[in-house]
């Protein structure tokens, strides 16, 4: 449930000081609130993070969880810093434009899922498409398990990820795609109640980029359903992330084992 | 013409196009709509770094119904214009519908964003790299034109 500014504070007009201490004092309790965060708000540290972008870095290790993120997605998605400027920056730090691409690209996924919002807003969180997994909507589940919610499935870098939600508000991309197929696909659960949860959690969440982005991993929203296994999650992330196969048994196998496993109705695929 | 300036959380920037649309010196007001917060599922993270972000902007903030506060807001300060950062949120739309029937004098226009890209055409959206390979020339200029 989310959290919101005690009601004390009801009254018209607000100063935001009282705000942000009223908010410092509702983060969870296993939150250091005097320890910097990863993104502050405000236009100044947005300034900051732009400054700081490698675009060319960027595409070289983009899909990487430990090389160069911008971090500009909270700036981006409450509007701080437009598309137009972060592009135009990008463009400026390059001799040629097709150095920035990959990073262009990713803002360029970002008006595409605003433009989607704009045009179908029903598809934010009702289906696209039906699954491609061999399974109807009706065999998912509507909620989260307590495990995932809790950080202990016992798939060692899923309850990882998930502690790093919940504790940092924020995640790599590829981080979200590992936790968006392992809630969906693993655990059979429709992709709103994972939508939601993110929503409830990551500081730069959109419901455009998020939920079709949940949209995608299902499958309702892409041709087929997106699935990883460990050797994918150790090429990806450092050391801190625990990649051990004893304590990650369920994404220990190939990707034609996990085909089978997790979608048996499915024709298995040929050449 | 007197205009009212409402911010809201899609649009946090003071050299976003509305402020160019409004005449020097018009006031810029964010309503902390809970309802609409809650129904959008912004955490509690998310809500402190929204009002980090209102700490550098200097607006007035007030708390409550936006579909309430900003007819009373426009009121008070006799603008019988309301410009809004334009978004795709149909809660932000819904409650634009609501102010128009509230105020039918008072204006409400949405003003758009920089373009990311000026396209001539619609592009298709049914997947991203049709969209991208009408996109990608104009995205890798500057000002995407």
Same mark, same amino acid.
């Given at each position: 449930?989310?959290?919101?500014?005690?009601? *004390?504070?009801?009254?018209?007009?607000?100063?935001?000081?009282?705000?942000?201490?009223?908010?410092?004092?509702?983060?969870?309790?296993?939150?250091?609130?005097?320890?910097?965060?990863?993104?502050?708000?405000?236009?100044?540290? #947005?300034?900051? #993070?732009?400054?700081?972008?490698?675009?060319?870095?960027?595409?070289?290790?983009?899909?990487?969880?430990?090389?160069?993120?911008?971090?500009?997605?909270?700036?981006?998605?409450?509007?701080?810093?437009?598309?137009?400027?972060?592009?135009?920056?990008?463009?400026?730090?390059?001799?040629?434009?097709?150095?920035?691409?990959?990073?262009?690209?990713?803002?360029?996924?970002?008006?595409?899922?605003?433009?989607?919002?704009?045009?179908?807003?029903?598809?934010?969180?009702?289906?696209?498409?039906?699954?491609?997994?061999?399974?109807?909507?009706?065999?998912?589940?509507?909620?989260?398990?307590?495990?995932?919610?809790?950080?202990?499935?016992?798939?060692?870098?899923?309850?990882?990820?998930?502690?790093?939600?919940?504790? *940092?508000?924020?995640?790599?991309?590829?981080?979200?795609?590992?936790?968006?197929?392992?809630?969906?696909?693993?655990?059979?659960?429709?992709?709103?109640?994972?939508?939601?949860?993110?929503?409830?959690?990551?500081?730069? !969440?959109?419901?455009?980029?998020?939920?079709?982005?949940?949209?995608?991993?299902?499958? *309702?929203?892409?041709?087929?359903?997106?699935?990883?296994?460990?050797?994918?999650?150790?090429?990806?992330?450092?050391?801190?992330?625990?990649?051990?196969?004893?304590?990650?048994?369920?994404? !220990?196998?190939?990707?034609?084992?996990?085909?089978?496993?997790?979608?048996?109705?499915?024709?298995?695929?040929?050449? | 013409?007197?205009?009212?300036? %409402?911010?809201?959380?899609?649009?946090?920037?003071?050299?976003?196009?509305?402020?160019?649309?409004?005449?020097?010196?018009?006031?810029?007001?964010?309503?902390?709509?809970?309802?609409?917060?809650?129904?959008?599922?912004?955490?509690?993270?998310? @809500?402190?770094?929204?009002?980090?972000?209102?700490?550098?902007?200097?607006?007035?903030?007030?708390?409550?119904?936006?579909?309430?506060?900003?007819? @009373?807001?426009?009121?008070?300060?006799?603008?019988?214009?309301?410009?809004?950062?334009?978004?795709?949120?149909?809660?932000?739309?819904?409650?634009?519908?609501?102010?128009?029937?509230?105020?039918?004098?008072?204006?409400?226009?949405?003003?758009?964003?920089?373009?990311?890209?000026?396209?001539? @055409?619609?592009?298709?959206?049914?997947?991203?790299?049709?969209? %991208?390979?009408?996109?990608?020339?104009?995205?890798?200029?500057?000002?995407?034109?």
């Amino acid at each position: 449930m989310t959290k919101c500014l005690p009601k *004390t504070l009801s009254v018209s007009e607000m100063a935001v000081s009282d705000m942000i201490a009223a908010l410092v004092a509702a983060l969870p309790a296993d939150v250091d609130a005097a320890a910097p965060r990863p993104m502050a708000g405000g236009r100044k540290a #947005a300034e900051r #993070a732009l400054a700081a972008i490698n675009p060319v870095a960027y595409a070289a290790s983009r899909n990487h969880l430990d090389r160069a993120v911008t971090r500009l997605s909270p700036y981006l998605r409450h509007g701080i810093l437009s598309l137009d400027e972060v592009r135009n920056h990008a463009l400026a730090k390059v001799a040629d434009p097709r150095q920035a691409e990959k990073f262009i690209q990713e803002l360029a996924w970002r008006d595409y899922w605003q433009r989607i919002y704009l045009a179908h807003p029903d598809r934010i969180w009702n289906d696209v498409e039906v699954y491609k997994t061999g399974f109807d909507a009706s065999e998912y589940d509507t909620e989260l398990p307590a495990d995932v919610v809790e950080a202990r499935t016992g798939v060692a870098c899923i309850d990882q990820f998930i502690a790093m939600l919940h504790e *940092t508000g924020y995640l790599h991309n590829h981080a979200r795609m590992y936790l968006a197929a392992y809630v969906v696909h693993w655990r059979r659960v429709r992709w709103q109640a994972g939508a939601a949860w993110f929503l409830e959690h990551l500081i730069d !969440a959109d419901p455009a980029s998020n939920n079709l982005s949940w949209q995608w991993v299902a499958s *309702t929203f892409s041709k087929k359903p997106y699935i990883f296994n460990l050797d994918n999650v150790a090429k990806y992330t450092g050391h801190d992330i625990n990649t051990r196969m004893s304590d990650n048994r369920v994404l !220990a196998c190939s990707y034609e084992q996990l085909s089978e496993l997790l979608f048996p109705n499915l024709e298995p695929a040929h050449g | 013409m007197a205009d009212l300036i %409402w911010l809201h959380e899609g649009a946090l920037r003071r050299t976003h196009p509305v402020f160019a649309m409004a005449a020097p010196g018009t006031p810029a007001i964010f309503v902390w709509d809970r309802a609409r917060l809650a129904a959008g599922h912004v955490g509690v993270r998310r @809500q402190l770094f929204i009002a980090e972000t209102l700490a550098e902007l200097e607006l007035e903030i007030h708390d409550g119904d936006a579909t309430v506060l900003l007819p @009373q807001l426009a009121v008070a300060h006799g603008a019988d214009r309301l410009l809004v950062p334009a978004s795709p949120d149909p809660a932000i739309i819904g409650q634009l519908v609501m102010i128009r029937q509230a105020v039918p004098a008072l204006t409400v226009e949405q003003v758009a964003d920089t373009a990311f890209v000026t396209l001539s @055409q619609e592009p298709d959206l049914a997947r991203f790299f049709r969209y %991208w390979n009408k996109a990608r020339k104009a995205a890798l200029r500057p000002h995407g034109v």
